[in-house]
């Protein structure tokens, strides 16, 4: 058994309560290689924000679960390195079973969360409760969630979302136990996050999504006031990025995010943990894109995973200062 105390992690609570307390959102930003993680603390440091690395079950089998907790270790090493000692949670995101939990838990995760949105209103609580109540012997946070996200991310799919209804929240909260509450108003997975007939077309022909319903946040927030919230599925998908993307050789049709003008709304609301993974991606995958039509001789993929972590770099400092106001809140 690994403590997350061990190597240099904070759990969510301290974070969280912060957060609420002055209005702004921790980001949670994913990631399944080096350049990555790289660009997520050089980004923070120098953005003086926390920050919460998360892994999904893919990106674990992807990574390595031994080897995650030691680039977790590293990226606490190398933010102090860097000149500013910002908190560090590690993350399991869209967590599907007690065991995977308990398995994190047991790696050095500081936080996990438990998805049982697609159970049953019984089912999910009793299945909360269970990694709530090993998590918290080793204070460990947890996350639960209650409405469903529609996309795909991952190995998290859902054809149609479903609202999560306000009346809920405050039984599911009070009979697990958990530590924050992730909830659906209309944010979704991945990059193509709405069919275009969902949306409207501004005047220079954009897809303008349909707006989050933040009475429902509302609603939520009167229930349970000042509890931690957190939104998944909450990447814009920088047109920019689909630009480049499309005009060196993709193929990404329709694709559309959340507005950051959306996401602002929430966080000076009680939206505390925002999650960002698409967007990464896409700026990534467009600098690669570019850099090797550019350069068609390149093979050293330092050569090209450089400027792919700089665009992610720049992306996630701009999401800290000026989307989720976490700049500073270190």
């Known amino acids: 058994?690994?403590?997350?105390?061990?190597?240099?992690?904070?759990?969510?609570?301290?974070?969280?309560?912060?957060?609420?307390?002055?209005?702004?959102?921790?980001?949670?930003?994913?990631?399944?290689?080096?350049?990555?993680?790289?660009?997520?603390?050089?980004?923070?440091?120098?953005?003086?924000?926390?920050?919460?690395?998360?892994?999904?079950?893919?990106?674990?089998?992807?990574?390595?679960?031994?080897?995650?907790?030691?680039?977790?270790?590293?990226?606490?090493?190398?933010?102090?390195?860097?000149?500013?000692?910002?908190?560090?949670?590690?993350?399991?995101?869209?967590?599907?079973?007690?065991?995977?939990?308990?398995?994190?838990?047991?790696?050095?995760?500081?936080?996990?969360?438990?998805?049982?949105?697609?159970?049953?209103?019984?089912?999910?609580?009793?299945?909360?409760?269970?990694?709530?109540?090993?998590?918290?012997?080793?204070?460990?946070?947890?996350?639960?969630?209650?409405?469903?996200?529609?996309?795909?991310?991952?190995?998290?799919?859902?054809?149609?979302?479903?609202?999560?209804?306000?009346?809920?929240?405050?039984?599911?909260?009070?009979?697990?136990?958990?530590?924050?509450?992730?909830?659906?108003?209309?944010?979704?997975?991945?990059?193509?996050?709405?069919?275009?007939?969902q949306c409207t077309r501004n005047a220079e022909g954009i897809l303008i999504p349909p707006p989050l319903r933040h009475d429902i946040l509302a609603e939520i927030e009167k229930r349970i006031p000042g509890f931690p919230i957190v939104l998944h599925g909450s990447s814009s998908v920088p047109q920019e990025y689909v630009k480049i993307i499309n005009t060196y050789g993709g193929k990404l049709k329709d694709s559309v995010g959340i507005p950051e003008s959306e996401l602002q709304k929430a966080v000076k609301s009680a939206v505390c943990k925002v999650n960002i993974d698409s967007d990464g991606r896409l700026a990534m995958t467009a600098a690669i894109r570019k850099y090797l039509v550019d350069d068609p001789a390149a093979f050293d993929p330092r050569k090209y995973l450089s400027p792919a972590r700089e665009e992610l770099k720049k992306l996630y400092m701009h999401k800290n200062i000026n989307v989720l106001f976490s700049a500073g809140k270190a």
């Open 1 to 197: 058994m690994t403590s997350y105390k061990e190597l240099g992690l904070v759990n969510t609570r301290e974070m969280f309560k912060k957060a609420v307390k002055e209005a702004y959102a921790v980001p949670a930003y994913n990631f399944n290689n080096l350049e990555q993680l790289q660009a997520i603390i050089q980004a923070c440091v120098e953005t003086k924000s926390p920050v919460i690395i998360q892994v999904s079950s893919g990106a674990r089998k992807y990574a390595n679960a031994n080897l995650l907790k030691n680039m977790a270790k590293g990226a606490v090493e190398y933010a102090h390195e860097l000149g500013y000692d910002i908190p560090i949670c590690l993350h399991l995101d869209h967590g599907d079973t007690f065991e995977l939990c308990k398995d994190c838990i047991e790696k050095g995760f500081s936080s996990v969360m438990i998805d049982g949105s697609s159970k049953s209103f019984e089912d999910n609580i009793a299945i909360t409760k269970q990694v709530v109540d090993y998590a918290h012997q080793f204070d460990v946070t947890v996350e639960g969630e209650l409405g469903v996200l529609a996309g795909v991310e991952d190995d998290v799919a859902a054809e149609k979302s479903h609202y999560t209804r306000p009346e809920d929240v405050e039984e599911f909260v009070k009979r697990t136990g958990v530590d924050s509450l992730a909830i659906s108003i209309g944010t979704s997975h991945g990059a193509n996050k709405f069919r275009p007939e």
